[in-house]
C-alpha cells in the first residue's frame, strides 16, 4: 500500500502526543506526563522556530509520524536537521512507513540548506540502527550526555 508524507497540522496534536507517549513506553518503558508532552507538541506549533512534525498515511490514515528539530553547527555554518519522536503504528511497521518520512526529511532538508541529517537511537535497539544503516546513515563517535532539569508545571 502506497505512503504518502504530509506536514501535520494542529488537528493531528492529539494524535502526535499518543504516539509519543506509546514509543516512550516501548523504547524505555517510561511514562510520560499527557499534560507536559501535550504542552511540549503544541509548542512545536504555536513557534515553528522549534521544528515542525511530519505525518506518514496509507490509505489516508495516520500510521506513523516524526519530529525534527534544528541544531546550529558554527563548524559547518548550517543546521543539522535532527529527527526525534518517530513513532509507527504497530500493524504499519516493516512496510516502509520510516522510510517514506525519511526520505522527506531528507528532501525538505536539501532543499532548505541543511548540512546534515542526526538522529539518537537506544543503544539496545538493534532494529532500528539497522533501519538507519540501511537508509545511509553512519553511527557516530559521540556519546550524549545530559543533565535534566525538573519540568516546569
Known amino acids: 500500500m502506497t505512503v504518502t508524507v504530509r506536514a501535520a497540522n494542529r488537528s493531528d496534536i492529539s494524535r502526535v502526543v499518543q504516539w509519543n507517549a506509546a514509543m516512550a513506553w516501548e523504547t524505555e518503558r ?3 506526563d499527557p499534560v507536559v508532552l501535550e504542552r511540549g507538541v503544541t509548542a512545536v506549533f504555536d ?26 553547527s558554527d563548524w559547518r555554518a548550517g543546521d543539522f536537521w535532527w529527527i526525534q519522536s518517530v513513532y509507527v503504528v504497530e500493524t504499519a511497521r516493516r512496510l516502509g512507513v520510516f522510510r517514506r518520512l525519511y526520505e522527506a526529511v531528507e528532501k525538505r532538508a536539501s532543499q532548505a540548506g541543511a548540512v546534515g541529517l542526526r538522529l539518537y537511537v537506544e543503544t539496545e535497539n538493534e532494529r532500528a540502527q539497522r533501519t538507519y544503516a540501511g537508509l545511509g546513515m553512519n553511527r557516530c563517535h559521540y556519546f ?9 508545571p
Not at 495516520?62 to 525534527?68: E, H, P, R
Not at 550524549?144 to 516546569?152: D, G, N, Q, T
Open 30 to 32: 517510561k511514562t510520560l
Open 47 to 72: 513557534e515553528p522556530r522549534r521544528g515542525f512534525y511530519l505525518v506518514a498515511e496509507q490509505a489516508g490514515v495516520a500510521v506513523g509520524c516524526l519530529l525534527v528539530t534544528y541544531e546550529w
Open 144 to 152: 550524549m550526555y545530559e543533565a535534566e532539569f525538573p519540568v516546569s
